[in-house]
Every structure is written in structure tokens, then in C-alpha cells.
């Protein structure tokens, strides 16, 4: 963290400060929420959380090095008091965004902010120094929680954020205030809580509408809703994409056998191949992104060039690709599943199937889709059917159910439906030979990540 006195954080939060000697101690390391990953020198932000409070373990957090607790209460150590430690975390990584004086840049869209955030990070570490979103901390905790990593001397932030509701997006954008914010994609995840993609557009708008004038707002040109976004902004507009009126854009685009994307790459004049190590058509989106995120910090086209084609899977469980010793291959793209992100990893199983290779689609339920469940399982069903996937096994209840019957109605010939997870290692086991490719996919509290990892194995 950019170093603050005692006084300055208790100042920045509205808080009281209880039990310190001395408000001129400095914090220097980022806070926890965690009394085992305190840091020496850092706060411990003492949550309420459902089977423990936070507050109890203040005297644990000291312990292992905290200068002080961000508590509601008196915890008997030193601690700054505050009405809400979830908002002190925002007003606190307010503070410090304010005097941080690199580049922040933030990514928001339905699917591939991971994925986008990763590819960035890996181009943007050749240039300089970088602190992003660890995983998908992207919420209310987790992004104040990565703003409070920022150093004094980090070149880059790097800000993933995430919204299941109008405002949200808003908020994040005022704590962290970006200079660059890209949008990737508007898709169906969490469309049960907004209740359509154009209301998720206008949520994921609030983004560019944070930048100001000196900012850049990096937009999809090849998703409409998010193309349209441009008349919402009062920064300059990047586009990245695959058609003629994207600025950053794609040409010559292949897949090779394994579905990674080769292309080239062209901003204005610059021109370079790229041949992407990470899985799954999808990737070029995100790859674009990544590229015009990083030319609008100011990194070089050739840097970029290098970065695309060096970057490598950091986030597990997302197009993670195993060759067993008895030549399956397991993808594991088991993190969590929209209706967007299952067909582009359909595509890629099917892409992989043009060489001749047997398919298998294991795919768990998809979840928070609202009343429009049913109608977009049964689409995903039809799509296995019409990309000539082999095998299907749905896992889980009604909607994986409807998903297997869609398929059948629609020509596939081997579909299974199993309930329980552990079911699935039962069938496959028995049933898996050499050049077979099988893809897990669901949402993540279907929990086939596990599953994938254990036909990852060989188990
Ligand atoms: N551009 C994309 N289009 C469709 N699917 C994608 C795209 N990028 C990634 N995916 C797939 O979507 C899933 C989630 O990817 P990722 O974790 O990068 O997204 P995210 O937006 O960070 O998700 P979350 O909202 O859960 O944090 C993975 O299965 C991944 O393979
Ligand atoms: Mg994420």
C-alpha cells in the first residue's frame, strides 16, 4: 500500500481511532481480511462474516504483524472504529487511489475480465511494473482490496470489475477513478438479476461514463451493445475487433488443431502474427482487449506484439487444457459458465473435433439465468447437436435435464444425463480412449471443477 500515518487512515474513513499510543505509525502492506495473511505493517479489515466475525480474531492479526484493526467495534488492540468496515475499505481505496499517480486501468464485460486482466498484466509486466486483481476479486471487497495493493512506484493497476446490478459499476469507477476502462462483451451472465442484455449493457455503460475527457475507453466494435457505447462517453474511443471500423483489429484469422487463435495483428500502420498459447476462439476477444488496453497505457505495438504471443493460462479452470499420458485431452473450463462462454467453448471442443478427434461435452447447469433458464439450456442442448459434439452428459437437475433432451431432439445420439457429479467419473472412466477430447464445463458451484481435475489426472 502507498504508505499512510494512522491518522491519515482514520481521517480518509471518517473513523475514530481506539487504543493507539501513536497516530504517526505508518501503514505500509495491504490490508487483510484474513488474520493469517496479515502482512507486517498492515490493516486487518475485520468483516462480519457468517460463521465468524472478524473481530474476534483482532488480537490473531496483531499478532502476525497489523498495525491496526478497521473495526465497528473496540477489539481491545490498537484500531481505527468505523460505522462499516465494507465502506471504509471503499473510502480508504479511495485515498490512496487519489495519491497513486500511475495508470489505472479497469475491465469490465459478461465474460473474459479474468481472462483480458491476465493476457494485460502480461504484456504491461514487460513495460513496467504491475498490480492487479488477484483471481476475480472484482466485487466490493475484492476491488477496494486491490486498490490497496497499489506501491507509490507501480506503472500500472490493473482493475477487473464486476456488477450484478445498476450502480455498481459506478461505484467501483469512483473509487479507483480509471483513465482507461474497457468493455468486453454483453452477454447473459447474472441476466436473472437484471432481466435483459440491454439492462446488463447499461450497467456495464457506467464504466465509460466515469472516464473524463483525458481517458480512453477501449470498446468491443463487434458487439453492438457495446459499440453503441461510444455516444456515452466523454473520453476518446479505442475500438478493437475483427471488422474494418476497429482501430485495434484482427486479420487473417485461423484456428490452429488445439482451437488457439493465429492472426495478425494491426493498429494504424503497425502490423504483426500472433499466435496465441492460450485455448478457445473466445481468446481473440479477449486478446484484443488486452492489446488495445495496453497500446492506450502507452506500451509500444512491438511490446505488445511479444506480450500477446508469450502470454500463457494464469487463472486455472478456464480453457486449461491437459494431454494425458494416454492421449485424451482434458479441458477443463469448469470456473463458471454463461451461455456465451459454453458456446465459445463448444466451438473451440468442435474446432478440435474437425481434426478427426472424438468429442465429449460433460456440461453441469448454468446458473442466476432467471426465468430465461430453461429456453437458453435448451439452446446450449441444440448447439451440441448442431456442432456434432459426440458425447454429451449433463450434470445436475431440471435444467441439465432439459439440456440433454434439446440435444437429443435435435440428432445427438449419445446423451446421458447424470444428477450427481461424481456419476460422471463412473461413466468416463470406463468409457474414455486415446484421442478422445473432453470438455467440463458449468457453473462453478456445480463444482466440476473438481470432476475435471480428476479425469485431468487419469482417474
Ligand atoms: N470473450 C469471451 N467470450 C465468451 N466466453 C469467454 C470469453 N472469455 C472467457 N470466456 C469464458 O468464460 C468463462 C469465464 O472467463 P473469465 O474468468 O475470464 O471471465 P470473467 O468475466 O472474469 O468471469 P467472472 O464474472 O466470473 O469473474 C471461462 O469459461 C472462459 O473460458
Ligand atoms: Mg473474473
Redesign the pocket.
Known amino acids: 500500500m502507498i504508505s499512510m500515518t494512522l491518522a491519515e487512515v482514520a481521517r480518509a474513513v471518517g473513523g475514530r481511532l481506539d487504543s493507539v499510543n501513536d497516530d504517526q505509525v505508518t501503514v505500509t502492506a495491504p490490508t487483510a481480511f484474513d488474520s493469517r495473511q496479515v502482512e507486517a505493517g498492515g490493516l486487518f479489515a475485520a468483516l462480519p462474516g457468517k460463521r465468524v466475525d472478524g473481530h474476534d480474531f483482532a488480537t490473531a492479526a496483531m499478532d502476525n504483524g497489523a498495525v491496526a484493526v478497521l473495526a465497528t467495534r473496540p477489539t481491545g488492540t490498537p484500531a481505527v472504529i468505523v460505522d462499516d468496515v465494507v465502506t471504509a475499505m471503499s473510502d480508504l481505496a479511495h485515498d490512496v487511489a487519489t495519491r497513486y499517480t500511475g495508470r489505472v486501468l479497469a475491465i469490465t464485460?459478461?465474460?473474459?475480465?479474468?481472462?483480458?486482466k491476465d493476457l494485460l498484466t502480461q504484456i504491461l509486466s514487460r513495460h513496467g511494473s504491475v498490480v492487479a486483481t488477484q483471481r476475480?476479486f472484482?466485487n466490493e471487497i475484492g476491488f477496494p482490496h486491490t486498490v490497496l495493493r497499489v506501491q507509490a512506484d507501480t506503472d500500472f493497476l490493473v482493475l477487473?470489475m464486476?456488477a450484478r446490478g445498476r450502480g455498481h459499476i459506478s461505484h467501483l469507477a469512483a473509487i479507483a477513478r480509471p483513465q482507461i476502462g474497457a468493455v468486453?462483451?454483453i452477454?447473459s451472465?447474472h441476466i436473472g438479476e437484471f432481466g435483459s442484455r440491454e439492462a446488463i449493457a447499461v450497467a456495464k455503460r457506467e464504466l465509460v461514463e466515469a472516464l473524463d475527457t483525458s481517458g480512453i475507453a477501449v470498446l468491443n466494435a463487434d458487439d453492438p451493445l457495446v459499440a453503441e457505447m461510444a455516444d456515452h462517453t466523454r473520453a476518446q474511443v479505442l475500438r478493437f475487433g475483427t471488422g474494418p471500423d476497429a482501430d485495434v483489429r484482427a486479420e487473417d484469422i485461423t484456428l490452429d488443431a488445439s482451437a488457439r487463435a493465429r492472426f495478425t495483428l494491426r493498429h494504424g500502420d503497425d502490423a504483426a502474427p500472433i499466435a496465441l498459447g492460450v485455448v478457445?476462439v473466445?481468446?481473440l476477444?479477449?486478446a484484443l482487449a488486452a492489446a488495445a488496453l495496453a497500446l492506450s497505457a502507452g506500451v509500444g505495438f512491438a511490446t505488445v506484439a511479444e506480450g500477446l504471443n508469450d502470454a500463457s493460462l494464469v487463472?486455472g479452470s478456464?480453457?486449461e487444457v491437459t494431454e494425458r499420458p494416454d492421449g485424451v485431452t482434458v479441458i477443463n473450463?469448469a470456473?463458471?459458465?454463461?451461455p456465451?462462454?459454453v458456446e465459445?467453448?463448444l466451438l473451440s471442443l468442435a474446432t478440435i473435433a474437425a481434426t478427426l478427434r472424438p468429442t465429449v461435452a460433460v456440461l453441469g447447469e448454468m446458473r442466476e439465468l432467471g426465468d430465461t433458464a430453461p429456453a437458453l439450456h435448451q439452446k446450449i442442448g441444440r448447439q451440441v447437436a448442431d456442432l456434432g459434439i459426440g458425447t454429451l452428459i449433463t450434470v445436475g437437475g431440471h435444467h441439465a435435464e432439459l439440456m440433454a433432451a434439446a440435444a437429443r431432439d435435435a440428432g445427438s445420439a449419445q446423451v446421458t444425463h447424470v444428477e450427481a457429479k461424481d456419476e460422471v467419473l463412473e461413466l468416463l472412466t470406463e468409457g474414455l480412449r486415446g484421442r478422445d477430447v473432453v470438455l467440463i464445463?458449468g457453473a462453478n458451484s456445480a463444482g466440476l471443477f473438481e470432476t475435471a481435475a480428476a479425469l485431468a489426472a487419469g482417474h
Open positions: 464485460g459478461s465474460a473474459g475480465k479474468t481472462s483480458t476475480s472484482n477487473e464486476g468486453l462483451g452477454g451472465a478457445g473466445h481468446h476477444t479477449n487463472s478456464r480453457m473450463d470456473f463458471n459458465a454463461s456465451e462462454s465459445a467453448a464445463k
